[in-house]
């Protein structure tokens, strides 16, 4: 049982570039998120999702646009790379309702020169 | 305005010995909260959790305790072992009254020494 996979694991971007990060689930969870930690502090929620076709903003999602055509997947993109994007970022999800027990994917390093 | 605060960026422990995590919130409509270990270049685990109608829950050597009137909720663990050593997290959520997201703290550095 994989759980929550992200990919890639690690990626450098130049600015005004544009990527994907990519998230899928086979816990079939209806609940899925994207966070991000910056060194020295916790987790921000950016985008999260209650099921597929439905997605909300989270505390910061400047710069960041998210769709959620299945329940597996929840990919992550980043229209034009700025340097304060340079991040950690989380992909979880959990079972049946926000704010609950969340499972988290190993992460994604990702720095914008 | 941070709503749910680790105000310890670190802390050292001796093995063998009590590590005490706290971690203080601002918003009383939080009915649930939760504990999350993180390793370096890992995501955030579960760890232990508790709702607000009770003030304490235990799981092996882990214990978190819960006091609402102070909003303020500590992590336990005893003993401590070296495998411990990690980043934890406080996290909390308004579940019954609110379905919000989890709110996270900024973490805590545990390091316990051998």
């Known amino acids: 049982n994989a759980g929550v996979t992200q990919t890639p694991k690690f990626r450098i971007l130049k600015i005004g570039q544009s990527m994907t990060l990519q998230c899928t689930q086979d816990?079939?969870?209806?609940?899925m998120y994207w966070y991000r930690q910056d060194p020295g502090m916790g987790l921000k929620l950016i985008y999260y999702?209650?099921?597929?076709?439905?997605?909300d903003k989270g505390e910061v999602p400047n710069g960041y646009n998210v769709s959620r055509s299945t329940t597996e997947d929840f990919p992550l993109r980043l229209e034009l790379a700025a340097p304060s994007q340079t991040s950690v970022y989380f992909c979880?999800?959990?079972?049946?309702?926000?704010?609950?027990?969340?499972?988290f994917g190993s992460g994604t390093q990702l720095s914008v020169l | 305005d941070q709503q749910v605060k680790q105000n310890s960026p670190s802390l050292s422990v001796q093995e063998g010995r009590i590590s005490i995590l706290n971690c203080d919130y601002t918003?009383?409509?939080?009915?649930?909260f939760l504990w999350y270990k993180k390793y370096p270049a890992e995501g955030p685990t579960f760890l232990i959790s508790?709702?607000?109608?009770?003030d304490k829950n235990e799981d092996g050597r882990f214990t978190v305790f819960l006091n609402k009137s102070a909003k303020h909720l500590s992590l336990h663990i005893v003993p401590s072992q070296p495998g411990d050593s990690a980043v934890y997290f406080c996290?909390?959520?308004?579940?019954?009254?609110?379905?919000?997201?989890?709110?996270f703290g900024k973490g805590t550095r545990l390091s316990v020494i051998a």
């Open positions: 979880a999800s959990s079972y049946s309702r926000v704010g609950e027990k969340l499972f």
């Open positions: 816990m079939n969870h209806n609940y």
């Open positions: 999702s209650v099921g597929a076709g439905i997605t």
């Open positions: 918003n009383s409509m939080f009915d649930y």
């Open positions: 508790i709702s607000s109608i009770k």
């Open positions: 996290a909390a959520s308004a579940l019954v009254s609110g379905n919000t997201p989890l709110v």
